[in-house]
Every structure is written in C-alpha cells, then in structure tokens.
C-alpha cells in the first residue's frame, strides 16, 4: 500500500534507503550472537574507526534521544551544567531527558546568530557565576548541521574548541545532521570532528536512510568508561544488536551515508532556488544542508496544509521547515512549488 502523504516535514519520515536494507537483510541469515558479539557489530565499529580515522569507542542506541542524553550523561555529574544554544534539540525537543539520564545535569543556554554557539556567548555563560550555589558548566552541546540548517565552519569549531580547553570542559556534537555537514563543507568526518576538538559525536543513522539506529563515536576513549553499563540500565542495549549495526555497515562500506547527504543537500538547493521566485516567500537562513526556512504568509501556509503537505512551523524562530531527504524527489518539489504559488495566487485575490 502506498502513502498519499505529502511530505517535507521530517528526513526521518522516510524509508529504508536500499543499502541499509539489503544490509539488514544480509544480517537476517541464520542466527547471531546476540548483545552486540557479532560480526556485524564488530565489522561497523572497525569501519567507524576507519571513517574517522582514530581509534574511538562506538556505541549504538534506537534513537537520537538517547544518544544524545546517554553521552551527555556520560560526560557530567548531576551538579553540572551543559552549555548548549536556545534553540538546540536537547533543550527544545528532547522533553527533558538529557536532565533525567544524567540525574539533574542544568542545560544552560546561549543566544547566537543562525543558531551558532560563539566563543563570546559560551564565555559569558561560563563566567555568569562561579559560586557553589550555580551548576557547574562542565559540557559544551553544538549541533551540526544545526536547527537552523546551518553549518559550523572548521574555523569556527576550533574557536569553540579554545574556549573548552581554556575552562576544562567536554565538547559534545548532536549530529543528527552530521552527514549533510560533511557532503556541503568537503571536509572530513576527522576534521569536523576529532580534530576540531569534539569529544563525543551522536552520528544519526535515522535520518540518513535507516529504519532505526545512532552511533555514539567516543574519540576520547576515557569518556566511554562503563557506558556499555549505561546503555544497558537505559534500556537501549538491543538483543539482536546485528539490525543496527548491519544497516550502518551498509550505509558505511557502499558510501551510501554520504549520496544519500549530497542528494538531500542538492534537493533543498532546488527547493530554496524554487522559492527564491516567488514574490512573497522570504529566506529566513542560510540554506547550508538539506533544510530549508522560508517565511510564508498564514493564508498560504493553511492553503498548503490543507492540500495535505507535512511540515514543522513550530522548529527555529517562527516561519517554515521544508525538509528534504535521501528519497526526495525533484517532481515533488515542484508540486509543492505549484501549490505554493496556488497559495499565493489566493492570497493576492483577498
């Protein structure tokens, strides 16, 4: 049975990309060892170590909530604190759950331009207060590519980078987007990560073609000490651990994870090349991964829900997220710039 659902809400409303499922698949022949002893399991870890390479810890959870409270948990006591921007996922959509894994650990926020962390906002957090009355900023949270859909250049990294070394403190990256970063910028998984002073990456699977699955990458392998203890007590050690690893396998060995990034990234340079001829709809950011904001009257944004397109209007700073993925198509885009100029052809009769 087919979906009528039209969407540009979510890249994790897609299905399984080919790879991942041939991969799974493959997995599903015969019986494996279970709890992660497999050879799927071992051989995804190694090819992250390859990927990146450095040889780092690899954990995997069902999903990107987890990852993320799990290893922020990982990194702070219950009476730290985590510096992350207003509009982060862990602060805005996570529903408190990095603050219930680790016990009580405060998010602190910061403003920034494009939904950026900057040295000067990550300092003036830091130095508000240093009484024992004050959690204890302990983490820095960045997200790439970040709600906004922009991206942290190397250079602005490794300014972020300085500031943590400068306070002693941990720098985690949400990267539910991490791929599409990597497919824009040209640069390494290495060198927008590891290199650039990342201490733990949350590399999302979900969003880039699986059916389920994140990687938790500890490049500092001291940070990872009992987290498989942690996995476990959270409930996010799987049994048959070979249907997350596999797909990643997949995604990983046919260089499926980063085609998948560039056709997302390429459709939403279509889409935002689209709307950018339309009198009326105004870019709200940088369109930088595979996500686009884009400001649209009310009449034309309920036109558009009642012609039953999916999209986020509750995400960033007000306006609309069109979001493409690794099974976008270009005549989907179209229709929906057909009918968002329907939209405002009705707006303009009153």
């Known amino acids: 049975m087919s979906s009528n659902l039209e969407q540009f809400a979510s890249d994790n409303y897609s299905g399984i990309c080919p790879e ?134 190397v250079q602005e990294l490794l300014g972020i980078k300085e500031i943590a070394q400068k306070y002693k403190l941990k720098i985690h990256m949400d990267g539910a987007r991490f791929a599409n970063a990597v497919a824009t910028m040209n640069k390494s998984p290495a060198e927008i990560s590891w290199k650039s002073g990342v201490d733990v990456l949350c590399f999302c699977g979900t969003k880039n073609g699986m059916a389920l699955g994140e990687a938790i990458i500890f490049f500092n ?54 709307l950018l001829n339309i009198d009326g709809a105004e870019i709200m950011f940088p369109r930088e991964a595979n996500g686009v904001f884009v400001k649209l009257p009310e009449r034309v944004i309920q036109y558009l829900k009642d012609k039953n397109w999916q999209f986020y209007t509750f995400i960033g700073v007000g306006g609309v997220r069109f979001m493409c993925s690794w099974n976008t198509s270009k005549e989907r885009i179209d229709q929906l710039i057909e009918d968002i100029r329907a939209g405002f052809f009705l707006e303009a009769r009153g």
């Not at 602060?91 to 950026?116: M, Q, R, V, Y």
């Not at 940070?223 to 797909?247: H, N, T, V, W």
């Open 20 to 153: 991942a499922m041939d991969y799974m698949i493959k997995a599903n022949q015969g019986s494996a060892p279970a709890y992660g002893n497999d050879e799927w399991t071992q051989k995804s870890t190694d090819y992250f170590r390859e990927l990146f390479e450095i040889d780092c810890e690899v954990f995997f959870t069902f999903n990107g909530t987890a990852a993320n409270s799990l290893s922020l948990a990982a990194l702070c006591q219950s009476y730290h604190s985590v510096i992350c921007h207003e509009t982060a996922h862990i602060e805005t959509d996570e529903c408190g759950a990095p603050e219930f894994a680790s016990n009580g650990s405060k998010l602190l926020l910061a403003k920034g331009e494009k939904g950026k962390l900057t040295p000067e906002a990550i300092e003036s957090v830091i130095t508000k207060r240093a009484d024992i009355h004050y959690p204890k900023p302990k983490v820095i949270s960045i997200t790439q590519a970040t709600e906004l859909g922009t991206l942290y250049s």
């Open 221 to 274: 392998k001291a940070l990872a000490e009992d987290f498989d203890y942690r996995c476990k007590q959270a409930g996010q050690l799987a049994s048959k651990m070979r249907f997350i690893s596999a797909p990643w396998l997949g995604l990983l060995e046919t260089g499926a994870w980063l085609k998948n990034a560039h056709h997302a990234n390429q459709c939403a340079a279509y889409l935002e090349n689209e």
